[in-house]
């Protein structure tokens, strides 16, 4: 174990969210920490009455980072740590891949935090509680899968297939569309959600 | 031994939280010249318009901002209340933004302040061997019984805030009769203290971990230009930014002798009493701290910069150095006596004829250097929240989560104070919440979450 496993896993598993987070949040914290304590939307209201969605839309999304930083760091750090003492991996029989199934997994169950904080808060918003329903189980499933199946390569095919699903989902939920992934991909995302948000 | 003097010098009193603007040793002219430059332009947010407040009450508590105490004693904060006419709910509002933005402001220091000394606990074996005790915590805890240990650990506390509490009305006595240089003599010997000695010896403990030599001359030319610059950067003048910068690594430092020194359970006793301290200390009206700001007040005296650190710009050397022959004015303050009975009045009426006059005359491109209203942070505050962190490092196994969800609970804490100080607009205590956060958060991850993640990482099971 080296300090390339070190490197090479806590970039797989925690990139993608830092990246996240330094793209979208960070740089426009006072917006973030204005959503939390709740002001914001009080205060967007009194300009603008179709504002209070979007607002609660990106709340959901940094609560669903959070949460999911927050589980894939106390999941995983432990491990890093360990990936950079001396030892041999999978001595008594075990899987040698154990430190980049456990980054992935970990990659994995971040960015599943992240799409099932916006379909849930959604879910709340409009009432519609079969969707809090599915969230609560494919959380379980995912979970379930750890537990009983011995497998890590099924089910790290698995969580990314439900990974992939639920992204689909709260993409449609947060008001995207095919249209607007076409624009999005062709730059020529005037309207896209994104943009309309950053220039607020 | 030295760390002894030391600990009495810098960490006396502790965390308060202000809101103020720029913080350096050119004291009263950079109070005067940022208020004048909060009046002049539009104010960006109502603390600022404060400025050419009304209420006379009001405007010496801004400029008693200023004279906070200096060195460990928190400078208390006061945040004007309202500027009025504005609707309450924009009002709020822009309170509300302007205590996030200074948890911002605050969030980066107090994270490196942490990191550092994480980083060292976990890489130089130095700080987490057992080699004695300061002489504020004597007793023992190699005792053979529970009971016993806790007694001591008990008694270490209280030894210790006694001499904190000691130490504190010292202060206040001092700085009540007016023994300026006694305490500035003080603080410099901190300072000295902190920058040379404990430099070396870290460098000392780092440059062994990592087997590099390093000769004699090659060291005491480091250690002088360390020492020498932040002596200059923090009691003098230097940029704002390296001023951070070595405000962090002694607090730092100061942090790592007492994780060192501290034997386990005293420090998580003495972290809780002194919450409870800070808390009684600022708030209850015969508090040293708060006695201490108000006398400050009083005097509309500016602080030390020594021990407090500041997020807020700082004005260069040509704008401190005011040409004298158009600031006749502003000089009456430098004068302490003076200064007195022109502060005395409090009134309303006083203020804008001293301000008034410079002001046309006042050269527009000096005025630019961007005045942010800062926030300071008592550096006791960064010391007490790396100790609660380093300690959690430093204990139990080589665990991450642990170190990890004190210093989440830590922030959150800073967060919640901040946020509490902008709604209700008084001095606050920025321990109490943290700290209490930070150990709930210790002895609960350290004995229920440890083990249970522990399971979980081994297995690869994910909840």
């Known amino acids: ?200 | 031994m030295p760390e002894d003097r030391c600990g009495a010098g810098t960490f006396g009193g502790r965390v308060m939280l202000t809101f103020m603007a720029s913080d350096s040793e050119e004291e009263v002219c950079d109070e005067r010249t940022s208020l004048m430059s909060a009046e002049s332009p539009m104010p960006r947010s109502c603390q600022e318009g404060r400025q050419g407040l009304e209420n006379g009450e009001g405007a010496a508590q801004w400029r008693g901002q200023e004279s906070e105490e200096d060195h460990e004693e928190d400078p208390d904060r006061y945040v004007c209340s309202g500027v009025p006419g504005r609707p309450p709910g924009l009002e709020e509002e822009l309170t509300l933004k302007y205590g996030a933005k200074h948890v911002i402001m605050l969030f980066v220091p107090v994270t490196l302040c942490m990191i550092v000394v994480v980083a060292t606990i976990k890489s130089v074996r130095f700080y987490t061997e057992k080699n004695g005790q300061l002489i504020y915590t004597p007793f023992t805890e190699d005792t053979s019984s529970v009971g016993q240990r806790f007694l001591n650990s008990v008694l270490n506390t209280l030894i210790m805030i006694s001499v904190i509490v000691i130490m504190t009305i010292f202060l206040v006595v001092l700085y009540k009769y007016r023994c300026y240089k006694f305490i500035h003599g003080w603080l410099i010997m901190s300072s000295l203290m902190l920058l040379f000695l404990f430099t070396y010896i870290y460098l000392g403990e780092v440059l062994k971990t990592y087997n590099v030599a390093m000769d004699y001359p090659t060291l005491f030319l480091t250690v002088w230009n360390f020492g020498a610059v932040g002596m200059v950067c923090i009691h003098w003048k230097g940029p704002l930014v390296l001023q951070q910068a070595y405000l962090i690594m002694i607090s730092a430092l100061m942090a790592l002798v007492f994780i060192k020194y501290l034997p386990e359970w005293s420090a998580w006793v003495i972290l809780g009493a002194i919450s409870v301290y800070d808390l009684v200390a600022v708030l209850c009206p015969k508090g040293p701290l708060r006695m201490l700001v108000e006398t400050a007040q009083e005097r509309n005296e500016p602080i030390f910069p020594a021990l407090i650190y500041s997020s807020a710009m700082v004005w260069t050397v040509g704008m401190a150095k005011l040409d004298p022959s158009s600031q006749g004015a502003l000089q009456l303050p430098y004068d302490p006596e003076m200064e007195e009975d022109s502060c005395d009045s409090l009134g309303e009426p006083s203020y804008p004829e001293v301000f008034a006059p410079p002001l046309p005359g006042y050269p527009g491109e000096e005025l630019e250097e961007e005045e942010e209203r800062g926030v300071k942070l008592g550096l006791g505050d960064f010391i007490f929240y790396s100790v609660l962190v380093g300690k959690a490092a430093a204990t139990g196994s080589g665990d991450w989560n642990t170190t990890l969800a004190c210093f989440v609970a830590i922030l959150i804490g800073l967060c919640l104070t901040l946020l509490l100080l902008a709604v209700f607009k008084k001095a606050l205590p920025a321990l109490p919440i943290s700290i209490t956060f930070g150990l709930i958060f210790y002895f609960s991850t350290d004995n229920l979450v440890r083990p249970f993640m522990d399971t979980l990482a081994s297995h690869q099971l994910y909840i």
Request: aromatic letters at 14%.
């Open chain 1, 1 to 200: 174990m080296t300090a390339a496993v070190f490197f090479g896993c806590a970039f797989v598993a925690f990139g993608p969210a830092l990246a996240l987070y330094i793209f979208t949040i960070a740089t426009e914290p006072l917006r973030i920490i204005f959503l939390i304590i709740g002001k914001s939307s009080e205060g967007l209201k009194s300009i603008n009455p179709g504002e209070k969605a979007p607002s609660m839309r990106l709340l959901a999304y940094v609560s669903g980072l959070g949460f999911g930083i927050m589980s894939g760091v106390f999941s995983f750090v432990n491990t890093l740590s360990d990936s950079l003492g001396p030892g041999t991996v999978g001595i008594h029989g075990d899987p040698p891949q154990f430190f980049l199934n456990s980054a992935f997994m970990t990659l994995v169950i971040i960015l599943l935090h992240m799409f099932w904080g916006i379909v849930f808060f959604d879910g709340c918003e409009k009432k519609k509680w079969y969707t809090l329903l599915v969230v609560l189980l494919t959380h379980l499933l995912v979970s379930a899968l750890t537990f009983i199946s011995p497998y890590s390569g099924l089910n790290l095919v698995l969580a990314y297939i439900i990974l992939v699903l639920t992204g689909i989902w709260a993409f449609f939920v947060s008001g995207g569309s095919c249209q607007s992934l076409k624009l999005c991909l062709l730059c020529q995302d005037k309207d896209s959600l994104l943009f309309n948000q950053r220039s607020r």
